[in-house]
């Protein structure tokens, strides 16, 4: 049973346009949420997290949007560039129990 | 400062051996987890340490498969009689834990490739 999903294992976007990312959970006890961006032959690495008391939290050109009632976050950036062309995780926990993560999504941003 | 760092980068093995699997943690990093990556598939947590607590051993997906911590710092994730399903790339992070119990962000390190033949 996945507790956390990205249905879309893959998405194209233009360069300059907004590339939005999808993940649905279903553990309730989640109350913190993170992404990551992998890139090939490297480790996933950390991009932006938000706490279930907020609804959205902005850094730069990434936004995330935590809708709790829907059980659902989404990424956002904007504008696209292509050297975010990379796999993008989303990972929930509660508390200080160990991540789950999604399957991951390819975000290709076409220049 | 250095981050996460795990070695062999890369290894093939032939059914029925055993392998070890080595991560360095950031310094002072109390919380190491592994994960494993098969082909097309997400990021499947294996084990989990806290400190001087208990593992969490929970996503260990047989008993072929084991881990130590020592010293709090370096670990060893073990494979024995290895097959061809265990193909996949194995990826060690580490956390610190706020006294608060806000989760804190993992950082990974590079992954070590392992393939079965």
């Known amino acids: 049973d996945q507790q956390v999903k990205q249905n879309s294992p893959s998405l194209s976007v233009q360069e300059g346009r907004i590339s939005i990312l999808n993940c649905d959970y279903t553990?309730?006890?989640?109350?913190?949420f993170l992404w990551y961006k992998k890139y090939p032959a490297e480790g996933p690495t950390f991009l932006i997290s938000i706490s279930s008391i907020k609804d959205k939290n902005e850094d730069g050109r990434f936004t995330v949007f935590l809708n709790k009632s829907a059980k659902h976050l989404s990424l956002h950036i904007v504008p696209s560039q292509p050297g975010d062309s990379a796999v993008y995780f989303c990972a929930a926990s509660g508390g200080n129990t160990p991540l789950v993560f999604g399957k991951g999504t390819r975000l290709s941003v076409i220049a | 400062g250095a981050g996460v760092s795990q070695s062999p980068s890369n290894k093939v093995t032939e059914k029925g051996k055993d392998v070890e699997l080595r991560c360095d943690p950031i310094s002072g990093h109390t919380a190491l987890y592994w994960y494993r990556q098969s082909l097309g598939q997400g990021l499947e947590f294996l084990i989990y340490f806290q400190g001087n607590s208990a593992p969490d051993k929970s996503g260990l997906p047989s008993d072929r498969f084991s881990a130590e911590r020592t010293g709090g710092s370096v670990s060893t994730l073990t494979i024995q009689r290895t097959q061809q399903e265990d193909s996949a790339v194995y990826l060690c992070?580490?956390?610190?834990?706020?006294?608060?119990?806000?989760?804190?962000?993992?950082?990974f390190g590079p992954g070590t490739r392992l393939t079965v033949l």
């Open positions: 553990n309730s006890m989640f109350d913190y």
């Open positions: 992070a580490s956390s610190r834990v706020a006294s608060s119990g806000t989760y804190n962000e993992q950082f």
